[in-house]
């Protein structure tokens, strides 16, 4: 039995986490602010819950133990709307809470994975991106990179650990995640939670932009899998699908699937989101060394992914109801 503590677990992510390590067998304590007690994570009665806020050290003192065996700190502030409204937090959290989490595992002796994301890399055009891909971003005075500079700045310091003070750790980048619980801000999540309430999916300038679309259910296997894999330390992996399609296509194959007949809207961001938001064209990895060294790959389709996402939905209404925050 492994012991194990996931900073963020009540989340999209951590709560999927939660569910896998749990359903295998292992002890986990979720360490969490509290704020997002959703049905997902009041679903976890195997684990044992601890409110607290990552930038506490000595609340984080209390559950990162000699006698725990892997931190996996997915705790972060996530999604276009908070990093244009909420930059400072972005920030704070980000690498502030990160630097006490590393410290705290650090002087417990424990393995540590972080998660990081596509972001980091902004607007690189050499697609796809390899784990060590230059990172092209734009002016400081974009909000939107707030949050590809934090979690950068966390993966500085994770490697600045294992190199300097010799901490087991690994890094994983996801690239767009989507599946049940997932607030519906997100392009999957918000479209089908928009099409599934009779609502036009949204689609930002044109949807020429392209992506690759990972099923969370994928992603937290391998993130399980690199937690448990001595090769992984000291190492960063892209965790993600490497299909690529259009923003257009993905929303059309959701209207096909959830049967929306409410037409689309099309919204300009800047407009929408003004100066201080910047999208980019392509984003799509290279996963070679996440099928090499680890063994795991992120195969569902989207379609597969999506179908799944939809049934759960219609399971689960308390999911639909949550209030739509996309722009007029």
Known sequence: ?????????????????????????????????????????????????VTGDIRNPDELAAVITKDVD??????????????????????????????????????????????????????????????????????TSVNRWSYSSSKALAEHLTFAFVRQRG????????????????????????????????LPPIVYDEGKQTRTFTSVHDAVGATVRIGASEAASGECFNVGNSTEMTIQEAVELIVEL??????????????????????????????????TLIGARCDTGLREGVTRLVEWAAANPWWLELEDDSPS
């Not at 087991?168 to 928009?194: E, K």
């Not at 201080?276 to 060394?289: A, F």
């Open 258 to 291: 959830t049967g929306c007949d409410a037409g689309t809207k099309s919204i300009d961001t800047e407009q929408s989101f003004g100066v201080t938001y910047q999208d980019l064209g392509r984003r799509v990895p290279d996963t070679t060394k996440l099928r």
């Open 1 to 49: 039995m492994t012991r194990a503590v996931v900073t963020g677990g009540r989340g999209f992510v951590g709560s999927h986490l939660v569910d896998r390590l749990v359903a295998r067998g292992d002890e986990v304590t979720v360490f969490d602010t509290g704020r997002r007690a959703t049905q997902a994570a009041r679903r976890h009665v195997d684990a044992r819950f």
């Open 70 to 139: 892997v931190v996996y700190h997915l705790a972060a502030v996530v999604g276009v709307d908070q990093y244009l409204a909420t930059p400072l937090d972005v920030i704070d959290t980000n690498f502030t809470g990160t630097r006490n989490v590393l410290e705290r595992a650090a002087e417990a002796g424990t393995r540590l994975v972080l998660a990081s994301t596509s972001e980091v890399s902004g607007m690189n055009p050499a697609v796809p991106w390899t784990e060590d891909a230059d990172r092209v971003l734009g002016s």
């Open 167 to 198: 901490l087991d750790a690994s890094i994983v980048r996801y690239f767009n995640l989507y599946g049940p619980r997932q607030r519906p801000a997100f392009l999957i999540s918000r479209t089908v939670h928009r099409c599934l309430n009779g």
